[in-house]
């Protein structure tokens, strides 16, 4: 993690990292102003807070009330030497507690990352730089020796080079990018988190059987998410990228709306047409780009190749990013062993979806296949030690398919997580099964998978589809466990080279009658992106009509000018967020594509609250007093937000009544939520105080630091793409 620090007055210090600001001071008899703590108290805090959050994790997986649990810790220094220490920590437990949970809660302090890396001790390297957004060498922590050379199947070279190759370029393009967490809970099975240091949302997952394996797979993911804009997928790029020579890339192409609203002629091919607008109902306006919100530029569309005729087919930018998220996308050595990884995702997540939507039965492998892998085996059986048991299945349909599928129980909670992967070959598909169950995971973790369930219905919605597209939590049947399989286990193989493998999964393709569409990408590194109409996509084809991501430019300008609008502008936003039926409950940045810090009111608000602000900015009570009474029935907002919401409905109820007044009430109201609290709430039913909470800003996204992080980030990236075409 990347801590920016800033000098401030005197000997204070400000500390910044993600979306948090820290401010550290000296005591007084050190010169300081005694304003904050100093570095050191905040050390000390680290490794109580932290073993207090371990015992917490530790009673929630168990139901244990933690409101009279207590924890302290105290410094013992060492007199001949300060800067040994002892860390005495002691939890008091109350009797209630069994002794097998106090033996439980004891060993989970011992998990606290903070008194690990203390006790591991950390290494300090100190650098004087030129310049720190400059100096972008990657952060990664690799121990493997240059001379080693570690193939795996499926690579054309191996892991170090991989490695060194991608860290590179991440470097060139001025990326930090750091390892915020690696996990090895069983054998074998290896995953960790990476992100970029100065835009953290930019982030990805990795894993594989080895460490390097799993370093390989998260900057495989990071390179293939740049290169497919996927970090910078439904947000705003700002006015300067939407007016820019190119958006997305430098070879898209704008096709101007027609007069009627009709599909331009040239988007899409007549197999696409069919899919994407059966009914004739998609229109031009359907399909603005959301990302520049550029109504007059028209249709921003991205070239693909189609694979049975290599015919160049655009293909727009806003139903890409609505349809299909992140499946079909992949970085590699070369073009074909992209392809392979772009092909056998796409495989794996529609079998997939069949699979669970059918109640599809798979057959075991049997035990004797599996002892053909050992590795593998000793994962599984880390998962079993630990009280998971395990059951692999064929997810390959009678072997029509490369897909693999690894599900574990949990007894605990009676949840099952089903796994799936896919790969030319059995043995790497299974791999991919086994550390995909894993990924991000520690045994914790695993206590929130779902229950299974006999509800067909549930099973087949889309958005169970959605949860398992994103992270594999969606529900299964009960039926996926019959013993009564609907096809035979088959040991199937695919495997070859990288071109053959390529050929035989676009020949799969062919069998089943679907076309793909090829997106090749060599600004950083090579990646490619693969789009299979009828089969790839995500979210169902109606999205583009009734639940389009553009529909953030109906709201954009407006809401981020709030505090600068007339009283008949707000009531034109009013209308419309009305007439639009939107959930109450969508926030407000998912509405418009802005990633506000999720510490502030902005970061929180939805569109009910807002909604109530405009209520109160523009007199309306009674219409308002009706919806801060929904907002406190279902509120999830802060408690801070929450008590504001209550004195404003108690406010409202004494303006509205014709024998009270607020005269009369405003002591103990004061009492109750505060003086400031009361100001603001009497202020904002009265109109002086407009959109308490909200602070300003436009469409130049003044103050919000963390969506301006993210449009740096991507402005590298451009700014990379158009470097390409100049020189």
Same mark, same amino acid.
């Given at each position: 993690?990347?801590?920016?620090?800033?000098?401030?007055?005197?000997?204070?210090?400000?500390?910044? &990292?993600?979306?948090?600001?820290?401010?550290?001071?000296?005591?007084?008899?050190?010169?300081?102003?005694?304003?904050?703590?100093?570095?050191?108290?905040?050390?000390?805090?680290?490794?109580?807070?932290?073993?207090?959050?371990?015992?917490?994790?530790?009673?929630?997986?168990?139901?244990?009330?933690?409101?009279?649990?207590?924890?302290?810790?105290?410094?013992?220094?060492?007199?001949?030497?300060?800067?040994?220490?002892?860390?005495?920590?002691?939890?008091?437990?109350?009797?209630?507690?069994?002794?097998?949970?106090?033996?439980?809660?004891?060993?989970?302090?011992?998990?606290?990352?903070?008194?690990?890396?203390?006790?591991?001790?950390?290494?300090?390297?100190?650098?004087?730089?030129?310049?720190?957004?400059?100096?972008?060498?990657?952060?990664?922590?690799?121990?493997?020796?240059?001379?080693?050379?570690?193939?795996?199947?499926?690579?054309?070279?191996?892991?170090?080079?991989?490695?060194?190759?991608?860290?590179?370029?991440?470097?060139?393009?001025?990326?930090?990018?750091?390892?915020?967490?690696?996990?090895?809970?069983?054998?074998?099975?290896?995953?960790?988190?990476?992100?970029?240091?100065?835009?953290?949302?930019? &982030?990805?997952?990795?894993?594989?059987?080895?460490?390097?394996?799993?370093?390989?797979?998260?900057?495989?993911?990071?390179?293939?998410?740049?290169?497919?804009?996927?970090?910078?997928?439904?947000? &705003?790029?700002?006015?300067?990228?939407?007016?820019?020579?190119?958006?997305?890339?430098?070879?898209?192409?704008?096709?101007?709306?027609?007069?009627?609203?009709?599909?331009?002629?040239?988007?899409?091919?007549?197999?696409?047409?069919?899919?994407?607008?059966?009914?004739?109902?998609?229109?031009?306006?359907?399909?603005?780009?959301?990302?520049?919100?550029?109504?007059?530029?028209?249709?921003?569309?991205?070239?693909?190749?189609?694979?049975?005729?290599?015919?160049?087919?655009?293909?727009?930018?806003?139903?890409?990013?609505?349809?299909?998220?992140?499946? =079909?996308?992949?970085?590699?050595?070369? &073009?074909?062993?992209?392809?392979?990884?772009?092909?056998?995702?796409?495989?794996?997540?529609?079998?997939?979806?069949?699979?669970?939507?059918?109640?599809?039965?798979?057959?075991?492998?049997?035990?004797?296949?599996?002892?053909?892998?050992?590795?593998?085996?000793?994962?599984?059986? =880390?998962?079993?030690?630990?009280?998971?048991?395990?059951?692999?299945?064929?997810?390959?349909?009678?072997?029509?398919?490369?897909?693999?599928?690894?599900?574990?129980?949990?007894?605990?909670?009676?949840?099952?997580?089903?796994?799936? =992967?896919?790969?030319?070959?059995?043995?790497?598909?299974?791999?991919?099964?086994?550390?995909?169950?894993?990924?991000?995971?520690?045994?914790?973790?695993?206590?929130?998978?779902?229950?299974?369930?006999?509800?067909?219905?549930?099973?087949?919605?889309?958005?169970?589809?959605?949860?398992?597209?994103?992270?594999?939590?969606?529900?299964?049947?009960?039926?996926?466990?019959?013993?009564?399989?609907?096809?035979?286990?088959?040991?199937?193989?695919?495997?070859?080279?990288?071109?053959?493998?390529?050929?035989?999964?676009?020949?799969?393709?062919?069998?089943?009658?679907?076309?793909?569409?090829?997106?090749?990408?060599?600004?950083?590194?090579?990646?490619?992106?693969?789009?299979?109409?009828?089969?790839?996509?995500?979210?169902?084809?109606?999205?583009?009509?009734?639940?389009?991501?553009?529909?953030?430019?109906?709201?954009?300008?407006?809401?981020?000018?709030?505090?600068?609008?007339?009283?008949?502008?707000?009531?034109?936003?009013?209308?419309?967020?009305?007439?639009?039926?939107?959930?109450?409950?969508?926030?407000?940045?998912?509405?418009?594509?802005?990633?506000?810090?999720?510490?502030?009111?902005?970061?929180?608000?939805?569109?009910?609250?807002?909604?109530?602000?405009?209520?109160?900015?523009?007199?309306?009570?009674?219409?308002?007093?009706?919806?801060?009474?929904?907002?406190?029935?279902?509120?999830?907002?802060?408690?801070?937000?929450?008590?504001?919401?209550?004195?404003?409905?108690?406010?409202?109820?004494?303006?509205?009544?014709?024998?009270?007044?607020?005269?009369?009430?405003?002591?103990?109201?004061?009492?109750?939520?505060?003086?400031?609290?009361?100001?603001?709430?009497?202020?904002?039913?009265?109109?002086?105080?407009?959109?308490?909470?909200?602070?300003?800003?436009?469409?130049?996204?003044?103050?919000?630091?963390?969506?301006?992080?993210?449009?740096?980030?991507?402005?590298?990236?451009?700014?990379?793409?158009?470097?390409?075409?100049?020189?």
């Amino acid at each position: 993690m990347e801590i920016k620090v800033n000098y401030l007055e005197n000997l204070k210090l400000e500390a910044k &990292f993600d979306d948090f600001t820290v401010l550290a001071d000296q005591p007084i008899r050190y010169k300081g102003d005694g304003s904050a703590p100093g570095p050191f108290d905040y050390f000390l805090a680290s490794s109580a807070l932290c073993a207090a959050y371990f015992v917490k994790v530790y009673c929630n997986s168990r139901d244990i009330p933690t409101e009279n649990i207590r924890l302290s810790q105290n410094n013992i220094v060492d007199p001949e030497d300060r800067y040994n220490q002892i860390f005495q920590i002691q939890v008091e437990l109350p009797e209630s507690i069994s002794e097998k949970d106090r033996l439980g809660i004891r060993r989970s302090i011992d998990r606290c990352t903070v008194k690990k890396v203390v006790q591991t001790g950390p290494e300090f390297k100190v650098e004087l730089v030129d310049s720190l957004e400059q100096d972008a060498q990657a952060m990664l922590m690799t121990t493997t020796e240059n001379s080693q050379s570690t193939y795996i199947l499926g690579k054309d070279l191996p892991l170090e080079q991989t490695i060194a190759n991608m860290t590179q370029l991440l470097a060139d393009l001025g990326m930090k990018i750091e390892i915020s967490s690696w996990r090895n809970i069983v054998p074998n099975v290896w995953s960790l988190h990476i992100r970029d240091a100065a835009s953290p949302m930019c &982030f990805t997952n990795g894993k594989g059987a080895t460490k390097e394996s799993a370093l390989c797979s998260a900057l495989g993911e990071f390179i293939e998410r740049l290169n497919c804009n996927f970090f910078y997928n439904d947000q &705003f790029l700002g006015q300067d990228i939407a007016n820019s020579d190119f958006v997305h890339y430098p070879n898209e192409k704008w096709f101007k709306l027609e007069d009627d609203d009709a599909l331009p002629a040239d988007i899409l091919d007549e197999y696409c047409r069919e899919i994407y607008d059966p009914e004739g109902e998609l229109q031009g306006s359907h399909l603005i780009d959301t990302n520049s919100g550029n109504k007059e530029r028209g249709i921003c569309s991205i070239p693909y190749v189609r694979h049975s005729d290599g015919k160049t087919v655009y293909f727009p930018s806003n139903l890409i990013e609505n349809l299909f998220l992140s499946n =079909g996308m992949s970085a590699g050595n070369n &073009f074909n062993e992209a392809k392979v990884q772009c092909l056998s995702e796409i495989f794996e997540r529609a079998v997939k979806r069949q699979i669970i939507e059918k109640e599809i039965v798979l057959p075991d492998v049997p035990s004797a296949i599996l002892e053909q892998y050992p590795n593998i085996l000793a994962g599984i059986k =880390g998962l079993e030690d630990q009280g998971f048991p395990v059951v692999v299945k064929d997810a390959s349909l009678g072997g029509q398919f490369p897909v693999m599928c690894v599900t574990l129980m949990n007894p605990k909670t009676g949840g099952v997580f089903a796994s799936f =992967g896919a790969h030319p070959s059995f043995e790497v598909a299974l791999e991919r099964s086994l550390t995909e169950l894993l990924q991000g995971r520690s045994f914790e973790g695993l206590n929130d998978v779902p229950k299974p369930t006999f509800n067909s219905m549930a099973v087949a919605e889309p958005e169970n589809f959605v949860e398992h597209f994103i992270d594999s939590t969606g529900v299964i049947s009960w039926r996926f466990f019959s013993e009564k399989h609907d096809y035979e286990f088959c040991e199937w193989d695919f495997s070859g080279t990288n071109e053959q493998e390529c050929d035989k999964l676009f020949a799969i393709l062919k069998d089943l009658g679907k076309e793909a569409y090829i997106a090749e990408f060599s600004d950083l590194g090579i990646a490619c992106r693969i789009l299979v109409p009828d089969f790839s996509e995500v979210y169902p084809v109606e999205d583009l009509i009734w639940d389009n991501t553009n529909k953030a430019l109906n709201f954009r300008e407006d809401i981020l000018n709030i505090h600068s609008l007339s009283e008949e502008q707000l009531v034109g936003l009013f209308e419309r967020l009305e007439d639009s039926q939107l959930d109450n409950y969508i926030d407000i940045r998912t509405l418009i594509g802005i990633e506000f810090d999720e510490n502030t009111v902005w970061g929180q608000l939805t569109i009910l609250e807002l909604k109530i602000l405009i209520c109160l900015a523009l007199g309306a009570l009674e219409d308002a007093i009706e919806l801060v009474g929904e907002f406190l029935q279902y509120n999830d907002n802060t408690v801070e937000r929450g008590l504001f919401y209550q004195a404003i409905h108690a406010v409202l109820e004494v303006t509205l009544s014709e024998d009270m007044a607020i005269e009369d009430f405003i002591h103990n109201f004061n009492r109750m939520f505060g003086k400031q609290t009361m100001e603001n709430v009497v202020g904002s039913v009265t109109g002086e105080v407009r959109f308490f909470g909200l602070t300003q800003t436009n469409m130049a996204l003044e103050g919000l630091d963390k969506h301006l992080r993210l449009i740096d980030s991507y402005k590298k990236l451009h700014q990379a793409r158009a470097n390409k075409i100049s020189n």
